[in-house]
């Protein structure tokens, strides 16, 4: 079954510092669970998704069954950068009412692949591209293809995926656990060129599929970079759902890196931009400031696309082809 939301409002409007607006829309309730939805992007502090209900599998993917204590829960992600550490996305749970709170699981930003270049990897690494390029150049204005390309390393990859991953366990063990939910993540203190593919991605949400699948868009945008500005074999994401990149590159994957940056990117244009993220300097951390009430704002691959692919091929479109890939 595929669940469709319609987009109930989309408000673009008011300036953040330097002139860059927030971003703000309603989704119609889960047809199934009557849960809703409103997210707010400020660029110049953080992404807030207001959850009201305890989603159900249909709307949330990552839903699982637990123990469910009710009431209002306030979840806060904020990237660190730990002394001598790499990035750290810090997820803390806290229960509105009573002021108790909870850490989930740290997510570390992992180390790319790194090896000596050689013929045969610049082979590939131009192989993929040729293939991507096409793709991402119909999503990404040309000035922010021509940012990206320019700041883009394989580590701003792997800090998407410790962005999706967190976003991915406040889905699966925090939400569904409340009868209200503000999701907070701060997007200051992330690379650059990171902060604003999460921007731009949550401001450029579709509302056909459900916001719960974040953490996934973010998974295929990054890998979907690497391969498009040279990176394929660099890059962690992608060596682990192949083992092994080749300069033939991989048809299925392919069709699923195009069918997921298609459904992070392709919707009405908010106004956000990842240009506006790389033409300033990097702010300084500051707290996420978050109201009580937000009023408007056959075998499974190993890897984590993988994963999510095969978990949610009921609930979204794609090419049956590619649910299973790398074979």
Same mark, same amino acid.
């Given at each position: 079954m595929t669940v469709t939301y319609r987009r109930a409002a989309d408000r673009t409007g008011g300036s953040a510092a330097g002139g860059s607006p927030n971003a703000e829309f309603d989704l119609d309730p889960?047809?199934?669970?009557?849960?809703?939805?409103?997210?707010?992007?400020?660029?110049?502090?953080?992404v807030v998704i207001r959850v009201r209900g305890r989603t159900c599998r249909e709307c949330n993917p990552?839903?699982?069954?637990?123990?469910?204590?009710g009431g209002r829960r306030r979840v806060t992600i904020v990237p660190t950068w730990p002394s001598g550490d790499p990035l750290h996305i810090e997820t803390v749970s806290e229960n509105v009412q009573d002021k108790s709170a909870s850490h989930l699981p740290d997510r570390v930003a992992g180390a790319p692949h790194r090896e000596e270049e050689t013929e045969v990897s610049e082979r590939a690494n131009t192989a993929w591209q040729r293939a991507m390029a096409p793709i991402v150049s119909t999503l990404l204005t040309e000035a922010d293809r021509d940012a990206v390309e320019h700041s883009w390393r394989p580590e701003h990859c792997?800090? %998407?995926?410790?962005?999706? &991953?967190?976003?991915? *366990? $406040?889905?699966?063990?925090?939400?569904?656990?409340?009868? !209200? +939910?503000?999701?907070a993540l701060r997007v200051v203190g992330l690379p650059a060129v990171t902060a604003g593919l999460v921007a731009t991605v949550a401001a450029r949400w579709t509302?056909?599929?459900?916001?719960?699948?974040?953490?996934?868009?973010?998974?295929?945008?990054?890998?979907?970079?690497?391969?498009?500005t040279r990176n394929a074999v660099t890059?962690?994401? %992608?060596?682990?759902?192949? &083992?092994?990149?080749? *300069? $033939?590159?991989?048809?299925?994957?392919?069709?699923?890196? !195009? +069918?997921?940056?298609?459904?992070?990117?392709?919707?009405?244009?908010?106004?956000?931009t990842v240009g506006q993220f790389l033409s300033r300097p990097d702010?300084?951390?500051?707290?996420?400031?978050?109201?009580?009430?937000?009023?408007?704002?056959?075998?499974?691959?190993?890897?984590?696309?993988?994963r999510s692919r095969t978990a949610t091929a009921g609930v979204i479109d794609g090419p049956s082809s590619t649910a299973i890939f790398g074979a």
């Open positions: 889960c047809p199934s669970c009557d849960t809703s939805y409103d997210v707010r992007v400020d660029p110049r502090e953080a990552h839903w699982r069954p637990g123990e469910t204590s792997e800090a %998407l995926e410790a962005v999706a &991953e967190a976003f991915d *366990d $406040v889905w699966a063990t925090a939400v569904p656990t409340a009868d !209200e +939910t503000t999701v509302g056909h599929e459900p916001i719960a699948l974040t953490g996934e868009l973010l998974r295929f945008t990054g890998v979907a970079i690497c391969a498009e890059c962690g994401r %992608l060596r682990q759902e192949l &083992e092994t990149v080749t *300069d $033939v590159p991989d048809e299925g994957m392919v069709r699923l890196l !195009e +069918t997921g940056i298609a459904r992070a990117l392709t919707a009405t244009t908010s106004g956000i702010a300084q951390p500051e707290r996420v400031r978050i109201q009580d009430d937000v009023e408007s704002v056959a075998e499974a691959p190993a890897g984590p696309i993988g």
